[in-house]
């Protein structure tokens, strides 16, 4: 399991969207799907999948999260065809953000939303190794525009085996966005590449819980110390998640945690569940016990 992984938050679309996203990309598949019940949500249903080799989690839990495009999923095509069959299956539905066309930065591209209301770039490059087919892309907005460059470097100093790219900054005359802020930004964490981007325009989103990063830990020291750095906003703390000062959503998660809900001990994941229904940071040695049934 890879150390960070992306969590998308469905109504109650996960499966589909999980068996329309398999469907495009090679090396893709639904890895497992299990269900957990009296969540406040009622019963939620949960998946682990892989796309193009790489690792997410979904979730169907109730309308609660809407996607926005303050954090998308680039996708990067070694071929124009390539872009032009993606856009064909993932823009169905959707809404083009920025229409398929030829831009400065790439001959083929376009970002669309798709009709779960994901938003994908999806971009042709020159590249002749793609080192990681899609690339979660914070987009950073209102009150957090121009603090891109400060969030990556704030990661970077969280994360352990963290890289941090060349900047492409905004020059002068580029209104409404300020000269030097961040273009675009590539960054990497714990092995997952990242990019990043300030944009100065009158959106009306910013980051939200629809889509969330799960950090993997060893230990209850390792659970400490990523919940004291990253942990901002105490209201948002509930069952392993978290806010940090940019408004990006993390979950904190156990190891050990993952092979509990995959025990296929009905009785054993219902008492983990309501053992971490109330938590704020996970207690591993609690979590064990409910799952053992001790206490």
Known sequence: MSKIVPHLWYDKEALEAAKFYTSLFEDSEIVNRSSIDDTPSGTADMLVIRLAGQEFMMISAGPYFKFTPAVSLRVDCSTKEEVDALWDQLSVGGTALMPLDSYPFSERYGWTTDRFGLNWQIMFVKDPVIRQKITPT????????????????????????????????????????????????????????????????????????????????????????????????????????????????????????????????????????????????????ALEKAFEGQG
């Open 138 to 285: 914070l987009m950073f907005v209102g009150d957090q525009c121009g603090k891109a460059e400060e969030a990556v470097r704030f990661y970077a100093s969280v994360f352990r085996n963290a890289e941090v790219g060349e900047i492409n900054r905004y020059g002068a005359g580029e209104e409404p966005d300020r000269e030097g802020a961040v273009r675009y930004m590539g960054f990497s964490l714990a092995g997952t590449r990242f990019a990043a981007m300030d944009s100065a325009y009158n959106h009306d989103f910013s980051f939200n819980e629809a889509i969330s990063f799960v950090v993997s830990c060893e230990s209850q020291e390792e659970i400490d110390y990523f919940w004291e750095k990253l942990s901002f906003v105490p209201e948002a703390e509930q069952c392993g998640w978290l806010k940090d000062r940019f408004g990006v959503s993390w979950q904190i998660v156990p190891t050990v945690m993952a092979d509990m809900m995959a025990s296929g001990d009905a009785a054993a994941m219902q008492r983990v569940t309501e053992a971490f229904l109330r938590m704020k940071k996970f207690d591993i040695a």
